[in-house]
């Protein structure tokens, strides 16, 4: 997707509905067994995104708290209604960086995994793309990220202080 389109997404009841304001910073596709479990499904494709580019246009997000691998757990805001998840926040960025889940913008297609993550713990029936990046568990990000993206982080990580 280019720069500076604007992708809307939304629950499954249209209660709750946002746009990203710009492309995402990073797109994850992870294969680990708690995104297997929280989806029900084979993976999670998450795009992390500033949480100032998630502009709600409607409804009010309700957030519930998970348990994570980490122990640290995550926000998961979802509908209050339907209940469809929307979004994350994980301890590392906390509340500046959203995990928006692909699968609930109109347009989904627009944005394909950056990289595979977690993939010791992949579907077997599930085939990788040869030409996107995949790792066993996780990565760093200053060696994956396109500069932009960094700069980006950069800049969010230092309205914390
Ligand atoms: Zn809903
Ligand atoms: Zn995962």
Not at 115 to 120: G, L, Q, V
Not at 126 to 135: I, T, W
Request: net charge neutral; with cysteine; hydrophobic share 35%.
């Amino acid at each position: 997707m280019e720069d500076d389109d604007v992708i809307e997404g939304g629950c499954t009841c249209r209660e709750v509905r946002f746009c990203l304001l710009t492309k995402p910073l990073f797109v994850h596709c992870c294969h680990c067994r708690w995104c297997q479990r929280e989806t029900g499904a084979s993976f999670a494709l998450n795009a992390m995104i500033e949480a100032n580019r998630v502009i709600i246009l409607s409804g009010n997000p309700e957030v519930v708290m998970t348990p994570t691998l980490s122990g640290r757990g995550q926000k998961i805001s979802r509908c209050p209604t339907c209940q469809v998840a929307l979004w994350s926040n994980y301890s590392g960025a906390g509340d500046l960086v959203r995990f928006v889940r692909v699968g609930t913008l109109d347009m989904p297609d627009r944005l394909p995994p950056d990289i595979h993550i977690f993939t010791e713990s992949k579907q077997p029936w599930v085939v990788l793309p040869p030409d996107v990046p995949a790792v066993g568990q996780y990565y760093d990000p200053k060696q994956m990220w396109p500069p932009e993206s960094l700069e980006r982080y950069r800049a969010i990580i230092a309205q914390r202080s």
